[in-house]
């Protein structure tokens, strides 16, 4: 085989509209715990409006319902009725401290996969700046 036949061509691993880069599924859980800890206490629409801010613009409703769900389960999340104004009752969220000991759980998982990220694009820089003087 040729050298080419073994090197990919970069067009074709690139993805094709990179303006829709992915987000991890998995951030969903910890960014609607620091949303709400940080706004305090949130309903569901609002904690969108805010996710949205974030960058997680695409999120289901439902998604989202039940992730509420599951941490409320999980005791990460209390809720209650807000009964108040001239509106439909809404259910309102707040952060237990089982959501706050996850979250910092999470922050310092972070933390430790940014150092992993920081040496990633240190070689990656490194390698181009190599191979462009070459």
């Not at 090197?7 to 991890?24: I, K, V």
């Amino acid at each position: 085989m040729s050298e080419t036949e073994d090197t990919p061509e970069p067009e074709r691993l690139a993805p094709q509209n990179q303006e829709s880069l992915p987000t991890p599924s998995s951030w969903l859980e910890p960014a609607v715990l620091l949303t709400v800890l940080v706004e305090l206490n949130l309903y569901g629409y609002r904690l969108m409006d805010q996710l949205a801010r974030l960058g997680f613009e695409a999120i289901n409703p439902g998604t989202l319902y039940r992730t509420l769900r599951r941490l409320e389960h999980n005791g990460a999340l209390r809720s209650h009725w807000e009964t108040t104004g001239d509106g439909p009752a809404r259910r309102v969220y707040s952060l237990t401290q089982v959501g706050e000991a996850y979250l910092d759980w999470y922050i310092e998982a972070l933390k430790q996969h940014q150092q992993v990220m920081n040496t990633f694009f240190m070689l990656y820089t490194t390698g181009r700046q190599r191979r462009a003087k070459e």
